[in-house]
Protein backbone atom coordinates (compact mmCIF):
# COMPACT_ATOMS: atom_id res chain seq x y z
CA UNK A 1 0.00 0.00 0.00
CA UNK A 2 2.70 2.56 1.02
CA UNK A 3 4.42 1.55 -2.19
CA UNK A 4 0.84 2.11 -4.30
CA UNK A 5 0.47 5.48 -2.79
CA UNK A 6 3.97 6.79 -3.72
CA UNK A 7 3.15 5.76 -7.42
CA UNK A 8 0.21 7.85 -6.90
CA UNK A 9 2.01 10.61 -5.50
CA UNK A 10 4.48 10.93 -8.49
CA UNK A 11 1.89 10.78 -11.18
CA UNK A 12 0.59 13.77 -9.31
CA UNK A 13 3.66 15.63 -8.98
CA UNK A 14 4.64 15.07 -12.46
CA UNK A 15 5.42 18.05 -15.10
CA UNK A 16 3.35 18.22 -18.16
CA UNK A 17 6.31 16.25 -20.31
CA UNK A 18 5.63 12.95 -17.75
CA UNK A 19 1.48 13.14 -18.50
CA UNK A 20 -0.34 10.89 -20.22
CA UNK A 21 -2.25 11.72 -23.31
CA UNK A 22 -5.46 11.89 -21.88
CA UNK A 23 -4.41 14.76 -19.50
CA UNK A 24 -2.63 16.54 -22.41
CA UNK A 25 -5.47 16.43 -24.24
CA UNK A 26 -7.87 17.34 -21.16
CA UNK A 27 -5.67 20.57 -20.67
CA UNK A 28 -5.67 21.47 -24.45
CA UNK A 29 -9.56 21.43 -24.47
CA UNK A 30 -8.86 23.46 -21.06
CA UNK A 31 -6.51 26.09 -23.16
CA UNK A 32 -9.05 26.22 -26.01
CA UNK A 33 -12.02 26.74 -23.85
CA UNK A 34 -10.47 29.43 -21.82
CA UNK A 35 -8.91 30.98 -25.38
CA UNK A 36 -12.73 31.17 -26.47
CA UNK A 37 -14.43 32.28 -23.64
CA UNK A 38 -12.07 35.36 -23.31
CA UNK A 39 -12.22 36.02 -27.25
CA UNK A 40 -16.05 36.23 -26.72
CA UNK A 41 -15.80 38.62 -23.92
CA UNK A 42 -13.41 40.61 -26.61
CA UNK A 43 -16.26 40.51 -28.67
CA UNK A 44 -18.91 41.11 -26.54
CA UNK A 45 -17.04 44.31 -24.87
CA UNK A 46 -16.52 46.04 -28.40
CA UNK A 47 -20.24 45.63 -29.56
CA UNK A 48 -21.01 46.98 -26.02
CA UNK A 49 -18.79 50.29 -26.10
CA UNK A 50 -19.77 50.28 -30.63
CA UNK A 51 -23.11 50.85 -29.22
CA UNK A 52 -22.27 53.10 -26.42
CA UNK A 53 -20.73 55.74 -29.18
CA UNK A 54 -23.48 54.94 -31.75
CA UNK A 55 -26.71 55.68 -29.55
CA UNK A 56 -25.81 59.55 -29.44
CA UNK A 57 -25.40 59.35 -32.90
CA UNK A 58 -28.87 57.23 -33.78
CA UNK A 59 -30.57 59.50 -31.73
CA UNK A 60 -28.93 62.98 -33.20
CA UNK A 61 -30.35 60.88 -36.88
CA UNK A 62 -34.15 60.25 -34.87
CA UNK A 63 -34.44 63.69 -33.51
CA UNK A 64 -33.20 65.56 -37.32
CA UNK A 65 -35.39 63.26 -39.36
CA UNK A 66 -38.76 63.38 -37.50
CA UNK A 67 -40.51 66.38 -36.13
CA UNK A 68 -40.28 67.81 -32.64
CA UNK A 69 -43.00 66.59 -30.93
CA UNK A 70 -40.86 62.78 -31.69
CA UNK A 71 -37.44 64.15 -30.48
CA UNK A 72 -38.22 62.16 -27.26
CA UNK A 73 -40.70 59.72 -28.12
CA UNK A 74 -39.69 56.76 -30.37
CA UNK A 75 -42.49 55.66 -32.22
CA UNK A 76 -41.73 53.25 -35.70
CA UNK A 77 -44.63 55.43 -37.02
CA UNK A 78 -43.40 58.99 -36.47
CA UNK A 79 -43.58 60.93 -39.76
CA UNK A 80 -40.41 61.49 -41.69
CA UNK A 81 -39.48 65.26 -42.18
CA UNK A 82 -36.44 67.52 -43.13
CA UNK A 83 -38.36 70.25 -42.30
CA UNK A 84 -35.64 70.51 -39.32
CA UNK A 85 -32.86 70.81 -41.65
CA UNK A 86 -34.50 73.79 -43.41
CA UNK A 87 -34.95 75.70 -40.34
CA UNK A 88 -31.32 75.07 -39.16
CA UNK A 89 -29.76 76.05 -42.60
CA UNK A 90 -31.98 79.21 -42.56
CA UNK A 91 -31.46 79.84 -38.75
CA UNK A 92 -27.65 80.61 -39.46
CA UNK A 93 -25.59 81.65 -42.19
CA UNK A 94 -24.23 78.14 -42.42
CA UNK A 95 -22.46 78.99 -45.65
CA UNK A 96 -20.40 81.37 -44.43
CA UNK A 97 -19.53 79.45 -41.82
CA UNK A 98 -18.47 76.60 -43.83
CA UNK A 99 -16.27 78.55 -45.80
CA UNK A 100 -14.76 79.69 -42.86
CA UNK A 101 -14.36 76.18 -41.22
CA UNK A 102 -12.84 75.21 -44.62
CA UNK A 103 -10.28 77.67 -45.02
CA UNK A 104 -9.07 77.43 -41.34
CA UNK A 105 -8.42 73.52 -41.77
CA UNK A 106 -7.07 73.86 -45.16
CA UNK A 107 -4.65 76.57 -43.96
CA UNK A 108 -3.48 74.92 -40.68
CA UNK A 109 -3.09 71.25 -42.28
CA UNK A 110 -1.10 72.89 -44.94
CA UNK A 111 1.14 75.02 -42.85
CA UNK A 112 1.57 71.90 -40.26
CA UNK A 113 2.68 69.80 -42.90
CA UNK A 114 5.23 71.91 -44.45
CA UNK A 115 6.91 72.69 -41.00
CA UNK A 116 6.29 68.93 -39.42
CA UNK A 117 8.01 67.29 -42.74
CA UNK A 118 11.00 69.91 -42.75
CA UNK A 119 11.27 69.33 -39.02
CA UNK A 120 11.02 65.65 -39.01
CA UNK A 121 13.44 65.13 -41.96
CA UNK A 122 15.90 67.39 -40.10
CA UNK A 123 15.80 65.60 -36.90
CA UNK A 124 15.34 62.08 -38.68
CA UNK A 125 18.51 62.68 -40.78
CA UNK A 126 20.21 65.26 -40.19
CA UNK A 127 23.70 65.91 -37.26
CA UNK A 128 23.93 69.06 -36.00
CA UNK A 129 24.86 70.12 -32.56
CA UNK A 130 22.10 70.29 -29.68
CA UNK A 131 19.86 68.68 -32.22
CA UNK A 132 18.47 66.39 -29.15
CA UNK A 133 18.00 68.93 -26.69
CA UNK A 134 15.87 70.96 -29.40
CA UNK A 135 13.59 67.97 -30.14
CA UNK A 136 13.32 67.42 -26.22
CA UNK A 137 11.74 71.02 -26.54
CA UNK A 138 9.62 70.08 -29.22
CA UNK A 139 8.35 67.13 -26.96
CA UNK A 140 7.70 69.23 -24.12
CA UNK A 141 5.14 71.10 -26.37
CA UNK A 142 2.83 67.64 -26.14
CA UNK A 143 2.58 68.35 -21.95
CA UNK A 144 1.11 71.84 -22.51
CA UNK A 145 -2.17 71.83 -23.11
CA UNK A 146 -3.67 74.81 -25.55
CA UNK A 147 -6.23 75.88 -23.08
CA UNK A 148 -2.73 77.45 -20.66
CA UNK A 149 -1.95 79.36 -23.50
CA UNK A 150 -5.06 81.40 -24.55
CA UNK A 151 -4.12 84.57 -22.74
CA UNK A 152 -0.88 84.97 -24.11
CA UNK A 153 -2.00 83.66 -27.41
CA UNK A 154 -4.74 86.51 -27.02
CA UNK A 155 -2.20 89.13 -26.32
CA UNK A 156 0.08 88.10 -29.39
CA UNK A 157 -3.27 88.26 -32.04
CA UNK A 158 -3.82 91.84 -30.74
CA UNK A 159 -0.15 92.68 -30.43
CA UNK A 160 0.02 91.35 -34.28
CA UNK A 161 -3.43 93.73 -35.29
CA UNK A 162 -5.17 90.11 -36.32
CA UNK A 163 -7.80 89.68 -34.04
CA UNK A 164 -11.11 88.52 -35.13
CA UNK A 165 -9.86 86.81 -38.32
CA UNK A 166 -9.89 83.58 -39.38
CA UNK A 167 -6.03 83.60 -39.75
CA UNK A 168 -5.75 84.47 -36.04
CA UNK A 169 -7.85 81.12 -35.07
CA UNK A 170 -5.36 79.10 -36.98
CA UNK A 171 -2.10 80.86 -36.19
CA UNK A 172 -1.19 79.70 -32.68
CA UNK A 173 -1.70 75.51 -34.10
CA UNK A 174 0.72 75.96 -37.25
CA UNK A 175 3.80 74.29 -35.18
CA UNK A 176 2.54 70.63 -34.82
CA UNK A 177 5.10 69.16 -31.84
CA UNK A 178 2.58 65.87 -32.53
CA UNK A 179 3.46 65.82 -36.52
CA UNK A 180 7.14 66.57 -35.94
CA UNK A 181 6.92 64.09 -33.90
CA UNK A 182 5.35 61.51 -35.84
CA UNK A 183 6.49 62.12 -39.21
CA UNK A 184 10.27 61.73 -37.80
CA UNK A 185 9.86 58.35 -36.39
CA UNK A 186 7.99 57.44 -40.01
CA UNK A 187 11.10 58.95 -41.55
CA UNK A 188 13.36 56.94 -39.41
CA UNK A 189 12.12 53.36 -40.24
CA UNK A 190 12.70 54.52 -43.75
CA UNK A 191 15.61 52.38 -45.01
CA UNK A 192 19.02 54.98 -45.71
CA UNK A 193 19.78 52.63 -48.82
CA UNK A 194 16.96 54.25 -50.24
CA UNK A 195 18.78 57.83 -49.81
CA UNK A 196 22.21 56.76 -50.94
CA UNK A 197 20.73 55.28 -54.13
CA UNK A 198 19.33 58.77 -54.87
CA UNK A 199 22.48 60.60 -53.76
CA UNK A 200 24.21 58.01 -56.36
CA UNK A 201 21.76 59.37 -58.98
CA UNK A 202 22.39 63.26 -58.35
CA UNK A 203 19.52 64.00 -56.06
CA UNK A 204 20.15 66.62 -53.75
CA UNK A 205 18.34 67.05 -50.35
CA UNK A 206 14.92 68.54 -51.31
CA UNK A 207 14.63 65.99 -54.13
CA UNK A 208 15.72 63.44 -51.84
CA UNK A 209 12.61 64.67 -49.39
CA UNK A 210 10.13 65.38 -51.97
CA UNK A 211 10.38 61.72 -53.95
CA UNK A 212 11.91 59.11 -51.52
CA UNK A 213 10.63 60.05 -47.94
CA UNK A 214 7.51 62.14 -48.80
CA UNK A 215 5.77 59.38 -50.74
CA UNK A 216 6.92 56.73 -48.59
CA UNK A 217 5.16 58.58 -45.48
CA UNK A 218 2.04 59.15 -47.20
CA UNK A 219 -0.30 56.92 -44.75
CA UNK A 220 1.08 58.79 -41.93
CA UNK A 221 -0.02 62.09 -43.89
CA UNK A 222 -3.45 60.78 -44.24
CA UNK A 223 -3.38 59.90 -40.55
CA UNK A 224 -2.21 63.17 -39.40
CA UNK A 225 -4.30 65.32 -41.98
CA UNK A 226 -7.39 63.52 -40.75
CA UNK A 227 -6.25 63.93 -37.01
CA UNK A 228 -5.60 67.57 -37.51
CA UNK A 229 -8.64 68.24 -39.72
CA UNK A 230 -10.94 66.63 -37.56
CA UNK A 231 -9.28 68.73 -33.99
CA UNK A 232 -9.64 72.41 -35.56
CA UNK A 233 -12.87 71.20 -37.32
CA UNK A 234 -14.36 70.36 -33.70
CA UNK A 235 -12.03 73.21 -31.75
CA UNK A 236 -14.44 76.03 -30.18
CA UNK A 237 -13.26 77.63 -27.10
CA UNK A 238 -10.19 79.67 -28.84
CA UNK A 239 -12.29 80.82 -31.75
CA UNK A 240 -15.04 81.77 -29.22
CA UNK A 241 -12.79 84.08 -27.38
CA UNK A 242 -10.74 85.43 -30.75
CA UNK A 243 -13.53 86.06 -33.26
CA UNK A 244 -16.45 88.70 -32.46
CA UNK A 245 -18.34 88.70 -35.72
CA UNK A 246 -20.29 86.29 -38.03
CA UNK A 247 -17.97 86.66 -41.25
CA UNK A 248 -14.81 84.97 -39.27
CA UNK A 249 -16.53 82.61 -36.95
CA UNK A 250 -16.27 78.45 -37.52
CA UNK A 251 -19.25 75.86 -37.21
CA UNK A 252 -18.51 75.14 -33.95
CA UNK A 253 -19.45 78.94 -32.65
CA UNK A 254 -21.81 79.39 -35.20
CA UNK A 255 -23.98 76.54 -33.54
CA UNK A 256 -24.21 78.30 -30.52
CA UNK A 257 -27.08 80.52 -31.63
CA UNK A 258 -29.30 76.96 -31.56
CA UNK A 259 -28.64 76.64 -27.93
CA UNK A 260 -29.51 80.28 -26.45
CA UNK A 261 -32.42 80.38 -24.05
CA UNK A 262 -33.86 83.35 -25.50
CA UNK A 263 -35.00 81.67 -28.02
CA UNK A 264 -35.79 78.07 -26.37
CA UNK A 265 -34.08 74.74 -27.08
CA UNK A 266 -35.42 72.51 -29.98
CA UNK A 267 -33.60 69.49 -30.54
CA UNK A 268 -34.93 68.78 -33.46
CA UNK A 269 -33.05 71.55 -35.00
CA UNK A 270 -30.11 71.64 -32.97
CA UNK A 271 -29.25 67.66 -33.82
CA UNK A 272 -30.34 68.50 -37.56
CA UNK A 273 -27.56 71.61 -37.54
CA UNK A 274 -25.03 69.52 -35.60
CA UNK A 275 -25.31 66.87 -37.95
CA UNK A 276 -25.24 69.63 -40.85
CA UNK A 277 -21.55 70.31 -39.43
CA UNK A 278 -20.37 67.05 -38.38
CA UNK A 279 -21.33 65.07 -42.01
CA UNK A 280 -17.76 66.29 -43.75
CA UNK A 281 -16.18 64.58 -40.64
CA UNK A 282 -17.70 61.35 -40.78
CA UNK A 283 -17.42 61.16 -44.73
CA UNK A 284 -14.18 61.64 -44.41
CA UNK A 285 -13.64 58.89 -42.21
CA UNK A 286 -15.60 56.46 -43.77
CA UNK A 287 -13.68 56.92 -47.05
CA UNK A 288 -9.89 56.68 -45.35
CA UNK A 289 -10.77 55.12 -42.64
CA UNK A 290 -8.15 51.63 -43.43
CA UNK A 291 -5.43 54.26 -44.29
CA UNK A 292 -6.44 55.65 -40.73
CA UNK A 293 -5.93 52.77 -38.71
CA UNK A 294 -2.11 51.36 -41.10
CA UNK A 295 -0.94 54.31 -40.88
CA UNK A 296 -0.29 54.32 -37.26
CA UNK A 297 0.77 50.15 -37.96
CA UNK A 298 3.28 51.05 -40.32
CA UNK A 299 4.57 54.00 -38.22
CA UNK A 300 5.08 52.99 -35.02
CA UNK A 301 5.90 54.85 -32.05
CA UNK A 302 9.79 53.67 -30.99
Do not use: C
Not at 156 to 173: C, E, H, K, N, Q
Amino acid sequence: MKRASAHRSEQASAGPEHQGPAESRAMARTGMAQARTGAMLDTIGAWLLGILWILPLLYAVWAAIHPPAYATRFDLFAPLTLENFARAWDAAPFPRYFLNTFFLVTMVLAAQLVLSTMAGYAFARYEFRGRDFVFMLVLLQLMVMPDVLIVENYRTMSWLGVRDTVFAIGLPYFASAFGIFLLRQTFKTIPRELEEAARVEGANGWQILMKVYVPLARPTYIAYGLVSVSYHWNNFLWPLIITNSVNTRPLTVGLQVFSSSDQGIDWSVITAATLLSAAPLLIAFLLFQRQFVQSFLRAGIR
